[in-house]
């Protein structure tokens, strides 16, 4: 019965291990309502790099650093990879993954975690 049970659990722990594992690499994908932050000139098509941060809303910044004049827009955005957040000791909450290359298509946005 212990032999069982702890097989179980090991069992678990690889299952969660695998499972963060590809997260953390983009195979599955979030989708999340943000504050968008984009210039007018960003066509379909066309890849930007661009910085999330996960505060009490979430925010992609996709404008040069130049610019500060955007304004935003909610969307719903899909993520290849994670999304969680740490919480700071003021209870904002801030993503892990900070760069991403995001994309815009006809009808939606998608980011994808950056290749080196």
């Not at 900070?98 to 950056?114: L, Y």
Request: a negative charge; hydrophobic letters at 40%; proline letters at 5%.
């Amino acid at each position: 019965m212990a032999i069982g049970i702890l097989f179980g659990a090991w069992l678990l722990a690889c299952a969660v291990w695998l499972y963060d594992t590809l997260d953390s690499r983009g195979y599955f994908v979030h989708q999340q309502a943000v504050d968008l932050y984009l210039t007018e000139d960003w066509v379909v098509g066309e890849h930007r790099n661009c910085s999330f941060i996960l505060g009490r809303a979430g925010a992609l910044w996709c404008v040069p650093p130049t610019d500060l004049t955007p304004v935003p827009h909610n969307m719903t955005v899909s993520f290849h990879g994670r999304i969680s957040a740490t919480t700071a000791p003021n209870g904002d909450k801030f993503d892990v993954q900070n760069n991403w290359t995001c994309t815009r298509e006809s009808d939606s946005f998608v980011c994808k975690i950056p290749t080196e």
